[in-house]
């Protein structure tokens, strides 16, 4: 394809539906081949994807300590929500069987948990509500903090909590995360822990949480040595860490295979694993053309490699089956919905045990 072209295509249609136009585009070239039928080509690809197929039932997971039966995909509401309501979208997810909603604080997520409020007002004692904030310190990864950041991350991130609830109209949420976390020093602190304990004898939160997308590796070995968190939130590949200031896969991550020791770890110790990002970096990004659909096939056997998957559903099986008890996804659609959803609820059939 020009790569012009194929810029131009990505900037009209967005980089996730480039990417399945172009995976479809192999199946249904083949099949207008055999018959010379577009529409019987354009629906043979959809096919190869799941978007033609009816709904499979969900499977569901328990999140370590938590002791919630969480469904393996979990709605991601941030981007979602952040210009306006998706009712409609937000309740056939419920529906269907997903029953963990993310948000986030309107600092970061603009009008997020606002749109998501009318939502949980019919449906708050069925899900498991998660929001998050950051602590917004300017502080390196690897930087220590002093006693005085620390009493102020924890004031920050208190606070937030508390405009979250107010945005979100509910006296309280099953967990808050620190968002962003990508700083040890911090994931340690006892001014963070001890805000926490005090939301949560306050009747706000009930687990505390964390969501990483830089120097995740370190974040997770810290969160399992301090014994406080019960749900971590990491961005992570079927080829190891997935670094979001990047926006590529970490330099020298071990593959996810290689982080199974890690991620046993963190199972034992009671910490719920939910993965983000599993697809990102298959989306690729716009100033070299968008597209990096075979990035991770190198780690697939020929089993999933021959699966009725796209490139997205791959990676968010293969995830899910080792190591991940669900996966984290922004759907702002009906197709990603659908599509996410089939991964995450016959990911089991495409691994042998």
Same mark, same amino acid.
């Given at each position: 394809?020009?790569?012009?072209?194929?810029?131009? /295509?990505?900037?009209? /249609?967005?980089?996730?539906?480039?990417?399945?136009?172009?995976?479809?585009?192999?199946?249904?070239?083949?099949?207008?081949?055999?018959?010379?039928?577009?529409?019987?080509?354009?629906?043979? @690809?959809?096919?190869?994807?799941?978007f033609g197929s009816a709904w499979p039932p969900m499977t569901y997971r328990t999140l370590g300590r938590t002791g919630y039966d969480a469904?393996?995909? /979990?709605?991601?509401?941030?981007?979602?929500?952040?210009?306006?309501?998706?009712?409609?979208?937000?309740?056939?997810?419920?529906?269907?069987?997903?029953?963990?909603?993310?948000?986030?604080?309107?600092?970061?997520?603009?009008?997020?948990?606002?749109?998501?409020?009318?939502?949980?007002?019919?449906?708050?004692?069925?899900?498991?509500?998660i929001s998050k904030a950051m602590v917004y310190l300017d502080v390196e990864p690897d930087e220590a903090i002093t006693v005085v950041q620390?009493?102020?991350?924890?004031?920050?991130?208190?606070?937030? =909590?508390?405009?979250?609830?107010?945005?979100?109209?509910?006296?309280?949420?099953?967990?808050?995360?620190?968002?962003?976390?990508?700083?040890?020093?911090?994931?340690?602190? #006892?001014?963070?822990?001890?805000?926490?304990?005090?939301?949560?004898?306050?009747?706000?939160?009930?687990?505390?949480?964390?969501?990483?997308?830089?120097?995740?590796?370190?974040?997770?070995?810290?969160?399992?040595?301090?014994?406080?968190?019960?749900?971590? =939130?990491?961005?992570?590949?079927?080829?190891?860490?997935?670094?979001?200031? #990047?926006?590529?896969?970490?330099?020298?991550?071990?593959? =996810?295979?290689?982080?199974?020791?890690?991620?046993?770890?963190?199972?034992?110790?009671?910490?719920?694993?939910?993965?983000?990002?599993?697809?990102?970096?298959?989306?690729?990004?716009?100033?070299?053309?968008?597209?990096?659909?075979?990035?991770?096939?190198?780690?697939?056997?020929?089993?999933?490699?021959?699966?009725?998957?796209?490139?997205?559903?791959?990676?968010?099986?293969?995830?899910?089956?080792?190591?991940?008890?669900?996966?984290?996804?922004? =759907?702002?659609?009906?197709?990603?919905?659908?599509?996410?959803?089939?991964?995450?609820?016959?990911?089991?059939?495409?691994?042998? @045990?």
């Amino acid at each position: 394809m020009n790569h012009s072209l194929g810029q131009g /295509i990505g900037r009209r /249609i967005g980089r996730r539906k480039f990417i399945q136009h172009l995976a479809m585009l192999g199946v249904g070239s083949q099949a207008f081949l055999r018959s010379g039928n577009l529409r019987a080509a354009v629906l043979e @690809a959809r096919e190869s994807a799941g978007f033609g197929s009816a709904w499979p039932p969900m499977t569901y997971r328990t999140l370590g300590r938590t002791g919630y039966d969480a469904s393996r995909l /979990i709605f991601g509401c941030g981007a979602t929500l952040m210009s306006g309501r998706n009712d409609e979208l937000l309740n056939a997810a419920f529906d269907a069987g997903i029953n963990i909603f993310d948000s986030g604080t309107s600092r970061y997520y603009d009008d997020a948990e606002r749109n998501l409020a009318p939502f949980l007002k019919t449906h708050r004692d069925d899900v498991f509500l998660i929001s998050k904030a950051m602590v917004y310190l300017d502080v390196e990864p690897d930087e220590a903090i002093t006693v005085v950041q620390a009493r102020q991350a924890a004031q920050t991130w208190t606070e937030l =909590m508390n405009q979250s609830l107010k945005e979100l109209q509910v006296d309280g949420v099953d967990a808050y995360y620190l968002m962003g976390s990508n700083n040890p020093h911090v994931v340690s602190s #006892e001014e963070i822990y001890n805000a926490f304990q005090r939301a949560k004898q306050a009747g706000k939160v009930r687990f505390l949480g964390l969501s990483s997308h830089q120097n995740a590796q370190k974040v997770l070995e810290t969160a399992i040595d301090t014994g406080w968190y019960d749900l971590t =939130m990491l961005a992570i590949t079927p080829g190891g860490w997935y670094d979001w200031k #990047e926006r590529s896969i970490l330099p020298g991550s071990p593959p =996810m295979v290689e982080l199974q020791p890690l991620l046993a770890r963190a199972r034992e110790a009671g910490i719920g694993l939910i993965g983000m990002k599993a697809g990102r970096f298959l989306a690729g990004r716009r100033f070299l053309g968008w597209g990096n659909p075979e990035a991770f096939d190198q780690y697939y056997d020929e089993s999933l490699l021959k699966a009725r998957l796209s490139a997205f559903q791959r990676s968010y099986a293969f995830v899910l089956e080792h190591g991940m008890d669900a996966v984290n996804a922004d =759907m702002q659609n009906f197709v990603h919905l659908k599509e996410n959803f089939i991964a995450a609820a016959t990911s089991h059939r495409h691994f042998v @045990a």
